[in-house]
Structure formats: C-alpha cells, structure tokens
Nanobody, 123 residues
Framework: VQLQASGGGLVQTGGSLRLSCVASRRIFSNNGMGWFRQAPGKEREFVSAISWNGGSTVFADSVKGRFTISRDNAKNTMYLQMNSLEPEDTAIYYC?????????????????WGQGTLVTVSS
C-alpha cells in the first residue's frame, strides 16, 4: 500500500477530526499532495492540496476557513485538520499524491490514491 488514509469517524455538527495520510517515501517526497472527497450519490470533489514543502496550500471554497492542510516530510505524512464540521462534509475522504511539486485542484494531476476514510457528520 503506497497511500494509507486514516482518522475518519462519526462526529456531531460543529465537531473536529484530523485525517492522516501516510505515504511511501518514493511517492511522497518532492510531490504535491491532495485531499478529495466523495459524498453518497455525488462525484468526487477537490478539498485541499499542499505543495511538496508545505509552502503553498489551496482549499475548496466550501472548506476554506474551516480546514487546514499540513505535511510532515520526515514522517511521509499529510494531515487534514477539519473544524466546524457540517453534515455536508459527510463523505469518503481520499488522499492522493501528485505528479509534480505543487498541489492541484484537478484529480487528473494525481497518480496515486489511498483507499479512503469515511467521515460522517451528524446533525
């Protein structure tokens, strides 16, 4: 397994969760990373992305101000801190490793995907 996402669970509206994504060094080092999510009956959508050194981040408008993304290159791990969660955030969250140094909103620019972790926000 080259990407392993974890940290999902059930939380009430307004609560917080932190997702983690551990990757193999080969695909983590020097590559941008991203988080995507897919809600039941909906298409996969971009959530957030981070550049290879953490210096550049980008967020979907729907999560801006509530989610933060970070990475620890020494641990080959990326994080997604999710605060003020809403029922609309309920989805399977996927982490992905990009083709280049910078994160991207476009799923096409990622060539490795984790198995996903389920986040459920109850109202």
């Amino acid at each position: 397994v080259q990407l392993q996402a974890s940290g999902g669970g059930l939380v009430q509206t307004g609560g917080s969760l932190r997702l983690s994504c551990v990757a193999s060094r080969r695909i983590f080092s020097n590559n941008g990373m991203g988080w995507f999510r897919q809600a039941p009956g909906k298409e996969r959508e971009f959530v957030s992305a981070i550049s290879w050194n953490g210096g550049s981040t980008v967020f979907a408008d729907s999560v801006k101000g509530r989610f933060t993304i970070s990475r620890d290159n020494a641990k080959n791990t990326m994080y997604l801190q999710m605060n003020s969660l809403e029922p609309e955030d309920t989805a399977i969250y996927y982490c992905a490793a990009g083709r280049g140094s910078y994160g991207s909103r476009d799923a096409y620019n990622y060539n490795y995907w984790g198995q996903g972790t389920l986040v459920t926000v109850s109202s």
